[in-house]
């Protein structure tokens, strides 16, 4: 049986259970590294660039893990477009270039090019030439990749239940996962997310906002139309497909009654968040937002006391709204 | 109608020509100063890389001037400048400037496009004007990258190089006070005759590629002038990008001059194999060029943060140890500490002149007479 390695980071957190559903189905073993660890990061920070943004540095961490392993395979993706006319960004256009040139002794890499922004057949083209890896019957490697797409489907539905990504993905893999608590904020969440799910790159933060009380609502969580409705009223569409998903999602929580406050993760060094932070904070109206940047540094107490601060705020300014006069004067 | 637009390195030289000759009034961005500087970096996204930050710097200085449109170009990405014209234009109102915005968005090498965008800027005036005015236009752009060639060359020879750089802005600014050919070829051909009678001295001479993105290589600005600060050490620079080559690459379609961009992209294949927006393909590929060419080193420049620049220096490594070509890179931020940029590049340039003497060591041995 044949092993592929897929990297626990970027897009493993949208796309793992396409990817996997459809390796197995053509009868090969998928081994993921571990959920992100001060070892892989420190592994990243290495080998990467230094002028790279986080979560690609921690990609390379994944990828030096995975190649300790006995692999086959391993799968690193050149992701340049999901959809029409958009982009991913260019370093995920880049990213299996640059580990082949500074990782050593990688296993033989699979870096078929996922581009969808012009036509969608060059894709079914790489699929079938992926599949022939390991079979050559094209009709099991078409029905792997609609198996993958359903499981794919299916987890994106779990995500609009209220689960993160990577919740979803533990959920979809068997482990059961408890979200219920006691909530009495809702909080808009937003960020790439590959940096907001990596428990570790965001320093947990969907769980630090939970524990504080919060409700946590995620662009997943959100009607896809009403995204895409929001977005377009932007003057010129965003190319960025995330960049848009984050304008169209923020102006959308910026219209909904039931959200108090929104709070956008974005990374050090991300070129399009630099820019989509800016147009975000210019073109919401009526909610609190709150921009963190996060980088390779673990000092949490500063990313603490910002959040309680910005819940505290919400919960002040709604009993304001209220009319409730403080007793304490 | 009172029109102004970006700067980037003379390319303010041609485009004021063609403005003019659209009949347009124009209030030319000022040279980028310090204030210029101050001013982008004030009003700008903090994360931002610096060409929209001196952009925003350029808007505010003419707006206060009394601009009243502004010319900009656009993009379809991935690299940011395509998002560009839209932050500005709503910090811009944000801050209670009125203004019209004229965005030339990239045509896709449909050239017909973007002469019709460039025809409805111009009010009341024939097809033939225009045409003139896009023709003399280059004509201004081709002279002004003759002498910039010509500085970077002599740049790196003559022995008083202040004289170089005061003879190259005294032409730089007849060319631009030119109204007709004549006396811009006059402007060129006397500037380049004063160049070239300059004496020169008999130290050792490095080659340097300079490549990277194409804002910080054009503006000195965006820089710190280190294009000419190389000159100053004895070395010649050629960058990997001209204005008038990427025009033709990328607006022409490669129809009016010969290009070697195809050959620029199949060099940077077994290291870099797909485009990733900005020049990232084309840093690496020039690298190899240039490696190829027998260069002593390849400097790679670009702004804090670009994105493909970034990919192309996580390659750039591999590349220097296949071809044995010192790289180094320099990220650009409104940082102005000079002292530090012009320590590193004399530790490169001290480094490649080492390298020289050594490969050479027989030929320096025999002038010394110790042999």
């Known amino acids: 049986m044949k092993r592929v390695g897929i990297p626990h980071g970027l897009f493993y957190y949208y796309y793992y259970p396409l990817w996997k559903t459809f390796f197995n189905s053509l009868g090969a073993e998928v081994v993921t590294s571990p959920a992100t660890n001060r070892l892989i990061v420190d592994a990243g920070i290495q080998k990467a660039v230094d002028e790279t943004c986080l979560p690609i540095k921690v990609y390379f961490g994944h990828v030096f893990q995975l190649c300790q392993q006995n692999l086959d395979y391993i799968f690193i993706p050149r992701l340049v477009s999901i959809e029409a006319k958009s982009y991913i960004c260019p370093k995920f256009m880049g990213v299996p270039d640059m580990i082949k040139a500074t990782i050593p002794g990688l296993p033989p890499v699979i870096d078929i090019v996922i581009d969808l922004s012009k036509t969608d057949k060059l894709l079914k083209k790489d699929i079938f030439q992926l599949g022939r890896l390991f079979t050559r019957d094209n009709k099991a490697i078409r029905n792997a990749y609609k198996k993958g797409l359903q499981e794919y489907y299916f987890c994106r539905a779990l995500a609009g239940q209220g689960y993160t990504m990577s919740e979803a993905i533990q959920v979809w893999e068997g482990t059961s996962q408890d979200i219920t608590g006691e909530y009495d904020l809702n909080l808009g969440l937003l960020g790439h997310g590959y940096s907001l799910y990596d428990e570790n790159i965001s320093m947990n933060i969907v769980n630090k906002v939970r524990a504080m009380g919060c409700r946590v609502h995620l662009p997943e969580t959100c009607d896809r139309k009403s995204i895409e409705a929001e977005a377009a009223t932007i003057p010129k569409r965003v190319f960025w497909t995330l960049g848009r998903k984050m304008v169209g999602s923020a102006l959308h929580m910026d219209k909904r009654k039931d959200i108090d406050g929104m709070i956008y993760v974005a990374c050090f060094g991300c070129g399009p968040d630099s820019l989509i932070g800016e147009i975000i904070e210019r073109k919401i109206k009526n909610k609190p937002f709150m921009l963190i940047t996060i980088d390779e540094h673990t000092g949490e107490g500063g990313l603490v006391t910002r959040l309680e601060a910005f819940c505290d705020m919400l919960r002040r300014r709604r009993a304001s709204s209220e009319n409730n006069i403080s007793s304490h004067g | ?371």
């Not at chain 2, 350029?58 to 009394?66: A, P």
């Not at chain 2, 005015?133 to 060359?153: C, G, M």
């Not at chain 2, 077994?270 to 020049?279: A, D, E, F, R, T």
């Not at chain 2, 140890?321 to 004399?346: K, S």
């Open chain 2, 1 to 371: 109608m009172k029109i102004t637009f970006p700067r980037m390195g003379n390319t303010h030289i041609p485009i004021k020509a063609l403005l003019q000759g659209l009949k347009l009034e124009v209030i030319p961005p000022l040279p980028i100063s310090k204030k210029t500087m101050e001013l982008g970096v004030k009003y700008s996204p903090e994360y931002a890389c610096l060409p929209l930050k001196i952009n925003m710097g350029n808007f505010i200085e003419t707006l206060d001037q009394g601009a009243d449109t502004i010319l900009m170009a656009g993009g379809w990405g991935p690299c940011r400048f395509g998002y560009y014209a839209q932050v500005e234009r709503d910090i811009l109102k944000d801050l209670g400037y009125q203004f019209d915005i004229v965005i030339l968005e990239a045509p896709d090498s449909r050239l017909s496009e973007l002469f019709k965008q460039i025809k409805k800027l111009g009010k009341n005036v024939s097809l033939f004007e225009v045409c003139k005015a896009i023709k003399f236009a280059w004509y201004k752009l081709n002279t002004v990258e003759q002498l910039e060639k010509k500085l970077e060359y002599i740049l790196a020879r003559v022995a008083d190089k202040n004289a170089a750089e005061k003879v190259y802005n005294n032409g730089l600014d007849a060319i631009d006070k030119a109204g007709c050919y004549e006396e811009v070829a006059f402007a060129l051909r006397s500037t380049l005759n004063k160049m070239e009678k300059l004496p020169h001295h008999n130290r050792i001479l490095l080659k340097i590629g300079l490549v990277g993105e194409i804002y910080t290589i054009l503006e000195p600005a965006a820089n710190y002038n280190i294009v000419n600060y190389l000159g100053r050490l004895d070395g010649e620079v050629i960058r990997s990008i001209y204005t008038t080559d990427w025009i033709n690459d990328h607006l022409l379609g490669g129809k009016i001059k010969k290009s070697n961009h195809q050959h620029i992209i199949n060099c940077a294949k077994p290291y870099l194999n797909y485009w990733v927006g900005g020049h990232g393909q084309e840093s690496v590929g020039s690298t190899v060029d240039f490696a190829q060419r027998n260069y002593h080193g390849v400097i790679q420049i670009g702004p804090m943060t670009c994105m493909p620049e970034i990919v192309a220096q996580s390659v750039l490594g591999k590349v220097s140890d296949e071809y044995g070509i010192p790289c180094m890179t320099m990220y650009f931020d409104e940082h102005a500490g000079t002292g530090g940029i012009y320590t590193r590049l004399e530790a490169f340039m001290d480094m490649l002149q080492r390298r020289v003497m050594e490969h050479n060591k027989h030929k320096f041995d025999l002038v010394a007479g110790r042999n």
